[in-house]
């Protein structure tokens, strides 16, 4: 399994190329429909084995909290252990044994949870991926197809008809398959949200508030991160855009192109966005932010332009 998610990012590439090849092929032959593809392969851009390293990091979460809950059962049984413990403090000592106990519980259970999250992620991506190979595999089919059959006059017409359907249904499969799969994807999002920030938020409702202090210490920390991945996935749905030559018609993106929504980019940004797609596949990062990912300190948080 680990071997296949390794490979799941080269196969994505892999795919990106030979999709890309076949629409400019298929373009040139008369079907510039499949085109509008090609974004889709941009964007299907993932790496699955770093969602499976993350399930692991949390599989051994859970295990180190497994290990000290039957640790402390054990010190706590030793200590406890007599008719002679049955005492105000004795009783006090267990209450607060037992919340602890029920805290490490806590724990294993959201970890386990996180890392299913994860390791759910890992198989829809690297999924996703493969059906986007086996549509690559068809486009370039189609492209070989296409291509030999304008040799003969009397089949071009037939060839480039039969694509055109086929390439109809491949978008509109592709459509339903990236609806169902951000779907899910945005429901393990809101799952590990709530694994994560809901018990701290739930202890600031009664009263607790050194969770929240906490998950606020950690937000700060991240802030860097948390702003190079916002623009890095700005930029990539832009460049994913910018391939497809036409402004966004869908979302917050379609409401801010407002009347030119759908309509062609102005001449010239789509090559632009072609040639920076080209150099994203060769340096496997966005072109303008891969390059200033912030730097990490060594108690985990990352560094503010101005530290």
């Known amino acids: 399994m680990t071997a296949v998610l390794g490979a799941g990012a080269d196969v994505a590439r892999y795919s990106l190329e030979a999709a890309t090849g076949a629409a400019l092929a298929l373009s040139a032959l008369g079907l510039p429909a499949a085109w509008p593809l090609v974004p889709s392969f941009y964007v299907h851009q993932y790496d699955p084995q770093a969602f499976w390293d993350g ?91 296409v291509a030999v059959a304008t040799v003969f006059p009397l089949s071009a017409a037939f060839a ?18 990236e609806g169902v799969l951000n779907t899910t994807l945005h429901a393990c999002a809101g799952i590990l949200g709530v694994l994560v920030a809901g018990d701290v938020f739930l202890g600031a409702a009664q009263g607790d508030f050194s969770g929240l202090e906490d998950f606020v210490d950690g937000t700060i920390a991240q802030g860097p991160l948390l702003v190079w991945g916002t623009a890095n996935r700005i930029e990539r749905d832009a460049t994913a855009w910018g391939l497809g030559g036409r402004f966004p018609e869908e979302g917050v993106p379609g409401r801010v192109a407002g009347d030119r929504a ?30 200033l990912t912030p730097g990490q300190k060594a108690d985990g948080s990352y560094t503010y332009p101005w530290e």
Do not use: C
């Open 262 to 291: 759908g309509t062609s980019l102005p001449p010239g940004l789509a090559q632009a966005a072609g040639a920076k797609g080209v150099n994203d596949v060769r340096t496997g990062g966005q072109t303008v932010t891969g390059g």
């Open 55 to 145: 399930g692991m990091a949390w599989t051994r979460v859970a295990h180190d909290m497994r290990q000290a809950r039957t640790d402390v059962e054990k010190t706590v049984g030793d200590v406890t252990h007599g008719d002679a413990w049955h005492s105000e403090d004795g009783r006090a000592f267990d209450q607060r044994m037992d919340r602890y106990l029920r805290e490490l519980l806590s724990i294993e259970i959201r970890a386990v949870a996180v890392a299913t999250v994860l390791f759910l992620t890992a198989m829809l991506t690297m999924a996703m991926i493969l059906f986007m190979a086996l549509l690559a595999a068809v486009l370039v089919a189609l492209a070989a197809w």
């Open 160 to 177: 480039r008809i039969a694509a055109l359907n086929a390439i109809i249904e491949m978008t509109a499969t592709l459509k339903s398959v």
